[in-house]
């Protein structure tokens, strides 16, 4: 599985407030598909959530791990969601947190997971956790 890494509040909001569109400036051939969202270490200002967005505790931003997973279903150049700003949106659905945040480093752009840490992800999120066409 591939991991995307995220910074907060970004991620939060994936899975705490409704987050349907993550902005990207690119894609490419493993975009489609269920990905892990790891967290960054660095962050942005919480302020720049869109207005009428549920805040979240600084203290509960987790850093530095991978938080949950989300499916990919498509790219839009164009989207109606408070969360799209171009010039392409990564459209999110089924988003499955973890009880348990995996601590590791990230990379930049789509990234594969070691064994090590799919095989911890697994055992969270069992077989739902997974696409079914990969």
């Not at 942005?44 to 509960?60: G, H, T």
Request: aromatic share 6%; charged share 30%.
């Amino acid at each position: 599985m591939r991991a995307l890494t995220v910074r907060q509040p970004w991620a939060w909001a994936i899975f705490h407030a409704g987050k349907d569109v993550e902005y990207r400036s690119w894609r490419n051939r493993h975009t489609i598909g269920t990905i892990a969202i790891h967290v960054s270490g660095n962050a942005d200002p919480i302020d720049e959530l869109p207005r009428n967005v549920r805040r979240p505790e600084k203290e509960a931003l987790v850093h530095g791990a991978i938080i949950g997973v989300v499916d990919v279903v498509k790219v839009v150049e164009r989207s109606r969601s408070r969360w799209f700003s171009g010039p392409l949106g990564w459209v999110l659905k089924n988003p499955r947190r973890l009880r348990d945040p995996i601590p590791c480093t990230g990379r930049l752009g789509l990234w594969k997971m070691t064994s090590r840490i799919e095989r911890r992800l697994e055992a969270q999120l069992g077989r739902r956790g997974r696409n079914p066409q990969k």
